[in-house]
């Protein structure tokens, strides 16, 4: 259902059930959180998620075992695709979503959970639930508004329309549409600079603005403060201050 690769600092998740769209097995949910937990343990500094051929992730492989009635736990299910989904958003590194095709449902959320979205001029994206007689899930109650807007987000949830990547470029949420034979390269570019970063900088980054919406003015100063006091202390700070001074780039090691 999954391979990772290692390209230096870069690791590679692709999602691999082409023939079902990339759609992901009920029972492969608690290995896609395994996965993030050891990128996230990893010496690796950056996570590019990707689809096997056309597409991303066509969400939850829905089948047999949803229709496998008292037999089907629903309830244990959605805590493994919580589980999932939590795994990835607990992530201090950067993560990249390189959207090919369609990425329906869950797959759109995960897309949604990752720091930064390139799509492909043909990618297409849609809360798809409502359609199949569910609600939103894998995180999207929390991602969708935040990327879109609260108005926009009852849109495209409560319809469940399809729409395609420019319109997600005008809504906030893919940072970038690249021809289709240019998203590996694009994905490989905005990977390469984010492992650039300092890793102790963006953690504190990544978890203040995920933060951002919950906390008052005050609140965001405060951890602000408390965040730039621990930064001022490790050695990223004096390795940053030291390439500036000397005019050469920066080799952060997230200490």
């Not at 043909?122 to 894998?138: H, M, N, S, Y």
Request: with cysteine; net charge negative.
């Amino acid at each position: 259902m999954f391979g990772v690769r290692d390209d230096g600092p870069v690791r590679w998740l692709t999602i691999e059930n082409p023939s079902r769209r990339n759609a992901i097995s009920f029972s492969a949910w608690p290995r896609l959180a395994e996965l993030f937990g050891e990128f996230g343990s990893s010496e690796a500094r950056v996570l590019v998620v990707i689809g096997e051929g056309e597409d991303f992730c066509s969400g939850a492989e829905v089948g047999s075992r949803m229709m496998a009635g008292p037999a089907f736990d629903a309830y244990a299910t959605m805590a493994e695709v919580g589980a999932a989904a939590a795994a990835l958003h607990r992530l201090s590194k950067p993560t990249i979503a390189a959207v090919d095709g369609v990425a329906v449902g869950a797959g759109m959320n995960l897309a949604l959970g990752c720091d930064l979205l390139i799509a492909t001029e043909r990618a297409r994206f849609a809360e798809i639930f409502v359609k199949r007689g569910l609600t939103v899930d894998f995180g999207g109650t929390w991602l969708l508004p935040r990327r879109v807007g609260l108005a926009r987000a009852k849109e495209l949830a409560l319809t469940g329309r399809i729409f395609g990547a420019y319109e997600a470029l005008a809504y906030g949420m893919a940072t970038k549409v690249v021809p289709v034979d240019e998203l590996v390269e694009a994905a490989t570019e905005a990977a390469t600079e984010l492992a650039a970063g300092a890793p102790l900088a963006q953690g504190f980054i990544k978890q203040g603005l995920d933060r951002s919406l919950e906390m008052s003015f005050d609140e965001a100063l405060s951890y602000e403060q408390q965040a730039q006091t621990v930064l001022f202390s490790s050695e990223d700070v004096i390795e940053g201050v030291a390439s500036f001074v000397e005019k050469r780039d920066p080799e952060f090691r997230g200490r």
